[in-house]
């Protein structure tokens, strides 16, 4: 069960402007994006590499490029989405896949209306994206149905994370590390994350 809060400074600095309440749509998607890459930086230090040679114009190098498993994204939407971009540019390789989830207002539990993953799945390491995790209903769901296809190597990468929803991911899938930048104080009546950031899909796509 782990869990990594990402505190490097840039992450950080970023993190207090996505915050704040009076940037704007365009800023907040760049911001996300930046902050989304730095994790991924980090959420990938693990990926296997093998040594192969170059000739370089003065004279053959010793190198070392990926290997071993190739990547999926899997974007939890609507938010998720905009996490994919930064990421494809690191490994443009990456498949991607979306669930379409929203969390019912009154009772906040997540309802799915769409999935379409790679087939091949199970055979790739699984970043599963969305900027909240709150109840953690909607990550615990995606999870879940990229396993039914096989896949066993999941790292969910969160922007901010309430301490609720860590619990509930890891109680469910305790094989999943979760990768953060942020861990806040907790839910308030409506399972929004406090302090949080408010609404992630609608200050993406300027919806309210
Ligand atoms: C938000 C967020 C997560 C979910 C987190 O999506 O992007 O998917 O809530 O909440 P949970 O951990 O309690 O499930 P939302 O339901 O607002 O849908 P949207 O992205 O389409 O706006
Ligand atoms: N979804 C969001 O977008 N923000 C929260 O704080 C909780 C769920």
Redesign the pocket.
């Known amino acids: 069960m782990s869990l990594t809060v990402i505190d490097h400074p840039l992450v950080q600095h970023k993190l207090a402007l996505i915050r704040d309440e009076r940037t704007g749509s365009k800023d907040f998607r760049e911001l996300i994006t930046e902050v989304t890459m730095l994790m991924a930086f980090e959420a990938m230090r693990d990926l296997e590499l093998e040594e192969t040679t170059v000739k370089t114009p003065v004279e053959t190098a010793r190198v070392k490029v990926l290997s071993g498993k190739k990547l999926a994204l899997v974007a939890?939407?609507?938010?998720?989405l905009i996490m994919v971009d930064g990421i494809l540019k690191l490994v443009p390789a990456a498949k991607v896949g979306h669930i379409g989830?929203?969390?019912n207002p009154e009772s906040?539990l997540?309802v799915r209306y769409y999935a379409k993953l790679p087939q091949d799945i199970k055979d790739r390491r699984v970043f599963v994206l969305?900027?909240?995790?709150?109840?953690?209903?909607?990550?615990v769901d995606a999870i879940a149905e990229v396993k039914k296809l096989g896949a066993s190597q999941i790292k969910l990468l969160n922007i901010i994370a309430a301490p609720e929803?860590v619990a509930r991911v890891q109680a469910a899938h305790p094989d999943v590390e979760i990768v953060v930048a942020a861990l806040d104080s907790h839910l308030n009546d409506h399972?929004y994350i406090v302090p949080g950031l408010g609404?992630?899909?609608?200050r993406i796509y300027g919806t309210k």
């Open positions: 939890i939407l609507r938010a998720g989830t929203y969390r906040k997540p969305d900027p909240m995790l709150a109840t953690g209903g909607s990550a929803g399972a609404d992630a899909g609608d």
